[in-house]
């Protein structure tokens, strides 16, 4: 019995979405808008994969990538898209469907506009945490608003509390001179204070600098995900006695829960690096499970299109390094968890279908067209492994054979 490994570039939707109008995302695609943006996009190992063929079917529209370099990774692949089915295009929802968890009832969500929280909500956690108040109190971008409220905060001790169209509170505040203990243990109060409010999270975002315009968050974000509120399949699989490895973000967005080792790591470079040496150390019967969060954070919410880019060509390029350290039955996905087209308004997540890229030594090519729900990556993982199937999904491990 060999291993699975999911490679999750968060944020990488390849657009198409049936219910994007909804979202207010009709027509938001963004892979296509980013190579379309850029002039084309050197992606020849993912191309090899047929994510080429999987955007099209997902869109019906020609993109030009661009003369390619010559394809390193030599595997084949089952490659399709998936449609999501939960009731949000949140990072929590997006990974838990594809564990087989959709969140059809979908989460609470806090009003945009100022005060987005309610003034007794706010109350209770100021009180319980020991400060004197917040700032903020906003929907807002993470990056804009610690320009705006950096030195203010600096001068009175006040944490910035703002939100964005998921479900989440975010909580800002100076890494060195709010102390990063101070900021987590302040999340912790918070998220304690929230669940009646059914939010998806509350996320940490430590930042260092001195002045406004200079302010730069730090790698040391914490998310306090809601528990999940049924079982995944990080949960069936360590209830069976399978090694269950969380790699970056995947430990927070589970609230630690199924996971039997975390390995931090932060940045395309580390994530990989962290990548490759879990998989080495992997015995059988166990699962891999990186979150590549640059692709959303650094370039899909600040609508940096020749960033995203960028690291998609890098990710491309480290692709090839994971063939040495496949064992002959290994299965690899790649797919994303929502889109976060960096051409789009705004600077929130859109409604997108993912990429579902299946490849490995021993897997014949084959399409295996629309996914019904992102649970189908669950249920394919749950019949390779010979578990008794998931509530939700299709398992696609033996289509083509």
């Not at 939100?163 to 304690?192: P, R, W």
């Amino acid at each position: 019995m060999a291993r699975a490994i999911i490679l999750m570039m968060d944020s990488f939707g390849i657009g198409g979405a049936p219910d994007a109008a909804d979202f207010g995302n009709a027509g938001a695609a963004t892979l296509q808008h980013t190579a379309t943006a850029n002039g084309g996009l050197k992606i020849p190992n993912l191309l090899s994969l047929g994510l080429g063929k999987a955007a099209f079917a997902a869109t019906g529209e020609t993109v030009d990538y661009g003369s390619q370099p010559l394809a390193r990774l030599g595997l084949s692949s089952k490659f399709g898209h998936a449609k999501e089915i939960s009731r949000d295009k949140d990072t929590v929802s997006g990974h838990w469907e594809m564990a087989g968890l959709p969140n059809l009832n979908g989460w609470g969500h806090f009003k945009p506009d100022y005060p987005s929280f309610p003034a007794e909500l706010i109350g209770k956690i100021v009180k319980d945490a020991g400060i004197s108040g917040i700032l903020g109190n906003k929907a807002a971008s993470g990056t804009v608003i610690i320009q705006e409220l950096g030195e203010e905060h600096l001068q009175s001790g006040k944490p910035i509390f703002y939100t964005s169209a998921d479900s989440n509170m975010q909580i800002a505040a100076h890494e060195e001179k709010f102390g990063l203990d101070k900021l987590y243990k302040l999340c912790e109060v918070a998220y304690k204070h929230v669940q009646p409010y059914n939010i998806g999270r509350i996320i940490a975002r430590p930042f260092v600098g001195e002045k406004n315009g200079s302010f730069v968050r730090t790698t040391n974000r914490r998310d306090y995900a809601a528990q999940p509120f049924g079982e995944t399949l990080l949960d069936r699989l360590k209830s069976a006695g399978a090694a269950v490895i969380a790699i970056g973000a995947i430990n927070d967005i589970y609230a630690h829960r199924g996971i039997t080792k975390g390995a931090h790591a932060a940045k395309l470079e580390q994530l990989w690096d962290v990548t490759l040496q879990e998989i080495d150390n992997a015995p059988n019967f166990s699962l891999v499970f990186t979150n590549f969060e640059d692709f959303d954070m650094y370039y899909g919410h600040r609508r940096d299109v020749k960033g995203y880019a960028e690291a998609l060509e890098y990710f491309d390029r480290r692709l090839p390094e994971i063939v040495p350290h496949l064992q002959d039955d290994d299965i690899v996905f790649i797919t994303a968890d929502h889109g976060n087209d960096p051409t789009w308004e705004g600077t929130d997540h859109t409604r997108e279908q993912v990429p579902v890229l299946m490849f490995g030594k021993k897997i014949k090519p084959c399409d295996i067209g629309q996914r019904g729900t992102y649970a189908d990556i669950a249920q394919t993982i749950c019949d390779y492994f010979n578990l008794p199937p998931m509530s939700h999904g299709k398992s696609f491990l033996h289509e083509g054979e």
